[in-house]
Each structure stands twice: as structure tokens, then as C-alpha cells.
């Protein structure tokens, strides 16, 4: 058999490397560009979770339980919207419910002049549906307005059929506990003063991470540091890598190692410029370190409320039990291992 020459191995090598970068650029930068689809919206419409009459409560009816799956990094649940069936995803960086519209096309949709703003800044005019009927396992939501975009992107990419995203306001006035290694997301019923009406008090674990949090437009933004400076980072349960602001991260000179870069074509022509690198350290509530993130220019989603420098969701997630309190404002995390980050 024939020896490669030395110009024939570096050829193959190369070869090789590409084909890495390749898989990796799919991995982490389409992912992020799905997690931002549908970013901004100026939807403030708030739904309240059908409970139980007080007449009829029992003390299980103030908590539910849902199941949660995962797809990549997406965080899905199994529901149905006026008798629709699929996978929703859980993004607590959409404002309200996002239906697809290739679901609802042949339904009455209302025209709207609102505009919703993606991570690579596509700028599009969603209409709007009636929600009748939204149910999530045990849990029905009352009667609200959806927006309806085009979500077959993700759908193609996961290959799963994706009815629409779960955004916040779904769940204003109640706690989230989002555990990621049993799979559930549980929902508690609040008294005014923002504590759980049962007798099952959140955890008191000497390890439990407390943080408070401020809401911009419909955005949960937590404080994380890097090089112990602080930044503002908003918490995107739909975001399956870190995301940073290229611009912040060259003005603060913060040391990542370059992974890969690629220049995207968008669906309406917009050119997006984006890196992968590897960033050493950041601290939300806990210390995350050597993790992936992606870098894009946030000038172009700089309007309204969106003054943060990342966004952060999967990794955070992974690293423990996650509970929100939307009438207190305070983000708790409870971590899986208390020596490292173990991504699950």
C-alpha cells in the first residue's frame, strides 16, 4: 500500500477538522438562532391558570405537575391549543403563547401591526389567534390571544412537530420548579404575599442559591459576572447555548477561545455574523465553567426593553433544580452536584 505523503495527511486532517466544525456550528449556532425566533413582541397579554374553585380545592389542586421532554437542548411540552396536538416549547424568552402557523392556517386569524424582533434581528409581523382551549397534561389555561409565526424551521431542524412556545406570561402570579433530571416542571399556587398555598415549603438545602431578579418589558434578567464584573443576563429557558453580545465582549476584552465563525443568510436577507467560542468562566448564582457560547451583535435587537449582554437558559437549567417566583422576583437553584457543572 501506497504512504500518504506529508501534504496528503495535512489535506486529510483539514478535511477532518472542517467536518468537526461543521457538526459543531450545527450543534450550537443553528440551535441559537431557533432560540430567538421569536424574541421580542409587544403581546402583553397575560393568561391566569384555570385553578380550581375555592369551593372545590383540595390541597393536590393548588400544584401541578407537567412532564417535560427533551429534544437537543429544547425543553418540550406535550399539550394541545383548540385541539391541536404536539410539542410546545417551554421559553421563558417569548412573552405569551406563539402558535405555528402551519397548524392554524385554515382557522380565523386577526391581522396585527406588531412586530417581533429575532436574536439575528429579522424583524416580522405576527398575526393573531384566539385561544380557546390550552392544555398542558392536567393544566388548562383560561381563554387569551396568541401570536402566530412560522415555526417550521424548528420543526425541520428537531424533527419533532412543534405546536407553538410556552412563553412567560403564561405563568405570571405562580412558581415554576423546573427539574430537569425527573423530567417535571411543577406549578405552585401563590397566597399575595408570593409563598406556596400547600404545606410544601420550597427547599432549605444550606446549598440552595438565591437569586433576585428584575423583569424589562417581559424579560427575567439576572446579574452573572465574568472576571468579577457584573453583567445583565436574561434568563431564556428556549436558549440551548449561552448567547453573549460580540460588542460586550470586545469592549470589556473578556478572553474567549475561538471555536469557529460563520456568516448566516437569513430568510429575508439579512446577513448575521456569528462565533462560537469558548468562554472560561461565568457566574449566574453559581460558577459555570469552559462552557460553549455563541456571539452575535445585539445592536440589532437593541430596541424597547432588550438592554441585556446574554442570554442564558440550557446550562443553567442543567445545573440544577430551577424555581421561579413570579410574585416575589426571586430565581432559586438548588444545583445537581455542588463541586461541578454536570450537564445532563
Sequence with gaps: MRKRSNEEKAKI??????KGMTKLFKRLILPAVIAGAVLMSCSTQKSRIAWAKESEQIQISNVHTIPIHKRGKLILIEGQANGVSGYFIFDTGAPGLVLNEAYFTGQTIMGSKREVTGVNGQIHQPKMKDVYDLKLGEVNFRHQMADVVDLSHI???????????????????VELEIDL?????KIFKLNKDGSRIIGVPASTSPNLISMPYTVKGHLIELEARINDKSYSIAFDSGSEVLLLDKNTVDKEQIHTNLLFSKTLLTSCGLQTDMEIRQLDSICVGLNLNDIKTVLTDFNKIRSQSFKVNGL???DLIAAGVVTINFNTRILQILPYNTDSFIPV
Design 181 to 185: 433530571h425527573r423530567h417535571l416542571i
Design 312 to 314: 442564558i437558559g440550557y
Design 13 to 18: 486532517r483539514n478535511f477532518i477538522s472542517r
Design 155 to 173: 420543526e425541520r431542524f428537531r424533527q419533532v412537530k412543534i405546536v407553538g412556545l410556552l412563553g412567560v406570561n403564561l405563568f405570571k402570579g
